[in-house]
């Protein structure tokens, strides 16, 4: 078990060393300016940490009235997220004097447990999302201390900030190496005589925008979520280096204008990120704050496919289609076989939606999650559309896609795609065929298995030999936990109801077995997965090309009266 409590030095003997030669330094007396608050953090999660309930990486540990380091973290990721500090936006967001004392408390206690190289938050990773914390939150921690405990927080400031000026080097690269350089530059130029700290910082940081982000805004993992991290902490960096009066590079700002339309194509009507990839819907109001602040304007790309994603849009209805690979190599380790599959929202109402990422609630449902069937498209029985190899979390054969057509006509956007993730296997393609009308009250769907070459055909020939029942396969249509819905037209339709009074229908052409199965929604920030249902057309490919067709349409619009605004909170005690 990992254990937040304790003192006895963990992490590798370089980290320890750096620590320790960082201790030598000059101590910074003050900020050159007093720093402002720029992380966002929940009210509701705030409150929770109040009450002693710690819900962290998926763990819940109740420990009322105890200090965070007294606490035995669960696991490792529990331990990381603790001594990541972003806990403190969730306190400085609840506000009240108990979260207040709290945070000032916690960071003191940090600084006399761990503040010489013990424990495991001294990773560059950690230590800058701790920095960018204690800087962002510097007016909360400091109201009402002391002398001695200003010079023990400005002390251990100055500690890791020239730590990292030493290890930020040893961080992976991707959202890692961004926290470790964007922690840098926030703390050494908010320190009166650190400044000098930060130059090959910033020469690193240009390096891995132009390494990292690619042309058209998007990071390996394919991880909407996590594009915004590293957009936000862009933004971070930009303003602080504005603020010193010291120039942006234009690797940073070009950059951060790459990445501000993508993440606009792959937000939903809702304002949350489509969930792939391992990313969430991220916190409610992040995204926003960070396009603000990021000044960059535009729309979502022009209608072209945005990090492998390709978004439909029409009156208050969004679709959001995964129509690339996974990602390969060390991106892929998160990675899902969700290549075409798609999320649906109506308004500030999430209809159809990808089950999500496992990794909170343990091993078995991250795996789970990132099968194909926990996506809302086809799936052979028993095969993903990409597959795990063994001993590895990358994806040893990832479904390549084979086609990609888009128009837009006055009948509304048209989206037309294929993969070949059965084809060695099996013989098949997946063509899927999609049709959002002009006023976003209807998606019309067409899924195709079919064998296209002569090669293809011989192989589907001999499985048929074999199972002349068919090759069975099913289109799954997964649905948010707050959809409420039922079987209608004597089972040959499914009525959806969401809580903006909106009551959608979907109907299919009869070819399929349509049931009503149990499925999961697997959210962050909770105990447990979520119980909802799917939407399931199943049925035997006995022949070279199978076609299905179906339809989603809105029967029903939210009244004029009801005015669509109520956000769920976090479902944990407090």
């Given at each position: ?9 963990t992490g590798s003997f370089g980290n320890r060393l750096a620590v320790w030669r960082a201790g030598f330094a000059r ?474 009074g909106e009551i959608w229908v979907f109907r299919h052409d009869g070819i399929a077995k349509l049931t009503l199965d ?57």
């Amino acid at each position: 078990m990992a254990v937040i409590t304790g003192d006895r030095p963990t992490g590798s003997f370089g980290n320890r060393l750096a620590v320790w030669r960082a201790g030598f330094a000059r101590p910074a007396l003050a900020f050159r300016s007093q720093p402002e608050p720029r992380s966002i953090g929940l009210f509701a999660r705030g409150r929770q940490i109040v009450a002693g309930n710690f819900l962290f990486a998926g763990k819940l540990v109740q420990a009322p009235g105890a200090a965070l380091w007294d606490v035995t973290a669960p696991d490792p990721a529990f331990a990381a997220e603790a001594h990541g500090f972003v806990w403190l936006d969730d306190l400085a967001a609840y506000g009240d004097s108990a979260a207040r004392q709290r945070a000032r408390d916690w960071t003191y206690g940090w600084i006399a447990r761990f503040g010489r190289g013990q424990g495991p938050g001294w990773t560059p990773d950690l230590t800058g999302r701790r920095l960018i914390r204690w800087v962002n939150h510097a007016v909360l921690i400091l109201q009402g201390s002391d002398k001695a405990q200003s010079d023990a927080y400005f002390r251990a400031l100055t500690v890791q900030t020239h730590y990292l000026a030493r290890r930020w080097t040893r961080a992976a690269s991707g959202l890692p190496r961004f926290e470790a350089l964007t922690g840098l530059i926030v703390a050494a130029l908010a320190l009166e005589g650190k400044a000098a700290l930060v130059g090959a910082a910033i020469t690193a940081l240009a390096r891995d925008c132009q390494r990292e982000v690619d042309a058209g805004g998007g990071i390996p993992t394919r991880n909407p979520e996590d594009l915004l991290e590293v957009f936000t902490l862009l933004n971070w960096a930009a303003q602080a280096l504005a603020e010193s009066d010291r120039a942006v590079p234009i690797e940073v700002t070009h950059a951060i204008g790459r990445i501000a339309p993508t993440l606009r194509a792959l937000r939903h009507a809702d304002g949350g990120l489509a969930r792939f990839h391992g990313g969430g819907r991220g916190i409610e109001g992040r995204l926003d704050a960070a396009l603000a602040a990021s000044g960059v304007r535009g729309g979502s790309g022009g209608g072209l496919p945005a990090m492998g994603f390709v978004r439909l849009a029409s009156g208050r209805t969004t679709v959001i289609v995964d129509a690339a690979s996974p990602p390969d190599a060390g991106a892929g380790g998160e990675a899902h076989a969700s290549t075409l599959a798609f999320e649906m929202t109506s308004g500030r109402r999430p209809l159809i939606v990808s089950s999500g990422s496992g990794l909170p609630f343990g091993e078995d449902w991250q795996l789970a999650g990132r099968a194909t069937a926990s996506h809302s498209t086809l799936s052979l029985d028993g095969s993903s559309s990409s597959r795990l190899g063994k001993g590895g979390a990358e994806f040893a054969t990832r479904a390549p896609v084979t086609a990609l057509q888009m128009a837009q006509d006055s009948n509304g956007h048209h989206l037309s795609l294929a993969h070949g993730g059965w084809q060695g296997s099996h013989g098949l393609t997946h063509a899927r065929i999609l049709t959002l009308d002009t006023q976003g009250r209807r998606l019309t769907g067409t899924d195709l298995l079919e064998a296209r070459s002569p090669g293809d055909r011989k192989r589907v020939a001999a499985i048929l030999a074999q199972s002349p029942e068919g090759i069975g396969f099913a289109i799954r249509f997964h649905l948010h936990p707050d959809v409420d819905v039922a079987l209608d037209m004597g089972g040959n339709a499914v009525s959806m109801a969401l809580k903006s009074g909106e009551i959608w229908v979907f109907r299919h052409d009869g070819i399929a077995k349509l049931t009503l199965d149990p499925s999961v929604y697997l959210e962050k920030g909770r105990l447990q997965p979520r119980a909802t249902k799917q939407i399931v057309l199943s049925a035997p490919a006995g022949s070279f090309e199978t076609r299905i067709g179906w339809t989603l349409a809105k029967a029903q619009d939210t009244p004029l009266a009801i005015r669509d605004l109520d956000r769920e909170e976090l479902s944990v005690p407090d």
